[in-house]
Nanobody
C-alpha cells in the first residue's frame, strides 16, 4: 500500500558530504512523521533523526551538528544531509514513516529497504 524508497547512498571519503533522499508513495492519506535510522555491521539499528509533519525535528546526540533532516511535504520526501562524514558513519541508512492510508490504515509504521553509506578513511 505504501512504499518508501531511499536513494543517495554511496562511497565517500572521510570529510565529505552526502544527501540521502526517501520518497513515500502509494495510498497515502497523511504522513505524520518521517525519520532515518542506521545499522552498522554487527550493530543494532539505531535512531538518527526524525521530522514531523509540522517540521519539528530531533536528532540522536551522536549526529547533532553534522546531520540535517528536512522534508518536502508536496513530494512526500524526506532528506538527510550528512556533513563531515566519518568512517564510523558507515552503515545502511533506513527511512521510516508513520503514515495513514486512504484504505483505512491508521498511523502505521513503514520502512524502506535502506541505502548503503560507506565512508573511507
Amino acid at each position: 500500500q505504501v512504499q518508501l524508497v531511499e536513494s543517495g547512498g554511496g562511497l565517500v571519503q572521510a570529510g565529505g558530504s552526502l544527501r540521502l533522499s526517501c520518497e513515500a508513495s502509494g495510498n497515502i492519506k497523511s504522513i505524520h512523521n518521517m525519520g532515518w535510522y542506521r545499522q552498522a555491521p554487527g550493530n543494532q539499528r539505531e535512531f538518527v533523526a526524525r521530522i514531523t509533519s509540522g517540521a519539528g525535528t530531533n536528532y540522536a546526540d551522536s549526529v547533532k551538528g553534522r546531520f540535517t533532516i528536512s522534508g518536502d511535504n508536496a513530494k512526500n520526501t524526506v532528506y538527510l544531509k550528512i556533513d563531515s562524514l566519518k568512517p564510523e558513519d558507515t552503515a545502511v541508512y533506513y527511512c521510516n514513516a508513520i503514515i495513514s492510508t486512504t484504505t483505512g490504515v491508521t498511523q502505521r509504521l513503514w520502512w524502506g529497504q535502506g541505502t548503503q553509506v560507506t565512508v573511507s578513511s
